[in-house]
């Protein structure tokens, strides 16, 4: 339990809005001010012909694997209505996907966490090398499998799947836009000493806030709060200051801003 208070902290979350609540309250009530500046903004498709098309053949496959629970939002219901074949296994990449899932009547869903045996979520990472590394997703040779995500999500889970001998469909059923089109909030902010950190919680947001930055001074004075290393990699390699913290979820995350000095 966190005992540092976080008064007179001013601290940036580019997350969604919605996906935003519960962390900002969760600084609020240590003591801090959040401000929302969401550099990620999920929206449903404006066109749902080609995934239609796709999933009709889902009777065919072996594996439906979850990317996030955006996923499972803007696909399920559609899903439902062409029939899920009973053959088909669900895997997610972490508890809150599969909880979504579960709340559309999926009864068993492999994820990351299926292998801990008292169920500690702090215990392990949720994201595709996780979920590649169970054994479910090691004797997949000569299985089909379709990935339901956003346009444009990693590719690491598809390539390594392909390599093990699987047969790969993407599901594509929402979009991710930047909702942000310049910095002037943060840097006026900073600039009267009411900003102290700012969490980004994906690669794609990073990769947002280092381009509508440009000339990053400003920000050398910024830590910067994230979730996993591989979002910390582009901002440690232009030498600014990063926090990884130590397990996934909201309380991980206050943790880690708990260690800003």
């Known amino acids: 339990m966190n005992t540092k208070s976080l008064s007179g902290i001013t601290i940036a979350i580019t997350r969604p809005v919605d996906q935003a609540k519960k962390l900002s309250a969760l600084i609020s009530e240590a003591g801090g001010t959040p401000v929302l500046f969401p550099l990620i903004e999920i929206t449903a498709l404006s066109d749902y012909g080609l995934f239609d098309t796709v999933i009709q053949t889902v009777h065919e496959y072996d594996w439906a694997i979850f990317i996030s629970s955006n996923a499972v939002q803007n696909s399920m219901t559609r899903l439902l209505k062409v029939g899920i074949p009973s053959r088909l296994q669900f895997a997610a990449i972490g508890p809150v996907t599969a909880r979504e899932l579960q709340s559309f009547g999926v009864k068993q869903v492999l994820t990351p966490l299926s292998h801990i045996q008292d169920g500690d979520e702090s215990k392990v990472r949720f994201d595709s090398e996780t979920l590649l590394a169970l054994p479910e997703m090691q004797a997949i040779q000569g299985k089909k499998v379709m990935i339901f995500r956003g346009i444009g ?52 947001a990073m990769r947002h806030l280092l381009d509508l930055v440009g000339d990053p001074k400003w920000l050398n004075n910024i830590t910067l709060f994230v979730n996993h290393a591989r979002i910390a990699e582009m ?15 909201d309380e991980a995350m206050l943790s880690n801003i708990m260690r800003l000095d």
């Open 153 to 204: 999500g990693r590719d690491v889970l598809a390539e390594k799947l392909k390599a093990r001998g699987a047969t790969v469909t993407f599901a594509e059923c929402y979009q991710r836009i930047n909702p942000q089109t310049n910095i002037d909030l943060l840097a006026q902010l900073w600039a009267n000493k009411k900003l102290h950190g700012i969490v980004i919680t994906s690669s794609e």
């Open 235 to 249: 901002p440690l390699q232009m030498g600014l200051k990063v926090c990884v913290a130590d397990a996934p979820g």
